[in-house]
């Protein structure tokens, strides 16, 4: 009987949507409302608003955060627009996170980075927040910088001074021109991130 039940239990497929290594939270980092819609520290939110429109997704306000699903090959992605503003990115993430019970190293944080020339993508596994509130937070409430981020270039063309308002700044026009074909491109990294994983899309993606 016992070899009976073994068998049994051998050959009896798993239900996919149990499997919590299916499902993903792809966060984009950004401040709610219309006067930082088209800023350059809101690059995470139109990430995942150019997505969301491509796909025909729609999000819905829920606790902490504005959230869509996008199902793609057996896989889940939950999308989420905390809406805490970007010094509290990490509360809403950690609640997610655990409500959705995400393993950690399905999240991918998606930001901006002065660091990096306009445009350029740098996706990473771990690392400090590098002077950014939105991911320093969110190490400060995972307790861990060891968590995946995306990264998008936005440059460092401001005076001396005037960083805050630079961020905070609208896309120039030739910028705007430039962007579409950054979000297409980042489009498919996060499509890259659940079907191939995060090594895959770090040799694919970076620098690119």
């Known amino acids: ?76 992605f939950i999308f989420l627009k905390p809406n805490t503003f970007m010094n509290l990115s990490g509360k809403a993430i950690l609640y997610w996170l655990t409500k959705e019970k995400i ?43 060891k968590y995946n981020r995306f990264r998008l270039g936005i440059s460092d063309a401001f005076s001396t001074g005037r960083q805050v308002d630079y961020v905070l700044g609208e896309w120039t026009p030739e910028e705007s021109d430039k962007l579409k074909e950054r979000l297409e491109k980042a489009t498919e990294l996060i499509k890259s991130f659940g079907l191939a994983g995060i090594n895959n899309t770090m040799n694919s993606f970076n620098g690119k």
């Not at 020339?117 to 996706?123: H, L, M």
């Open 1 to 76: 009987m016992w070899s009976f039940l073994v068998s049994l239990f051998r050959n009896t497929p798993l239900v996919e949507e149990q499997n919590p290594m299916k499902k993903y939270l792809i966060v984009g980092l950004g401040n709610i409302g219309d006067k930082y819609e088209n800023t350059r520290h809101n690059i995470g939110f139109k990430v995942l608003d150019f997505f969301a429109k491509k796909e025909d997704l729609t999000f819905e306000t829920q606790k902490l955060g504005d959230l869509t699903t996008y199902k793609l090959k057996g896989r889940t």
């Open 103 to 145: 393993p950690l190293e399905n999240l991918l944080v998606i930001t901006d980075d002065l660091n990096l020339p306009f445009g350029s993508i740098r996706v990473k596994t771990k690392g400090s927040d590098g002077g950014h509130n939105g991911l320093k937070d969110t190490q400060d409430k995972l307790n861990t910088n």
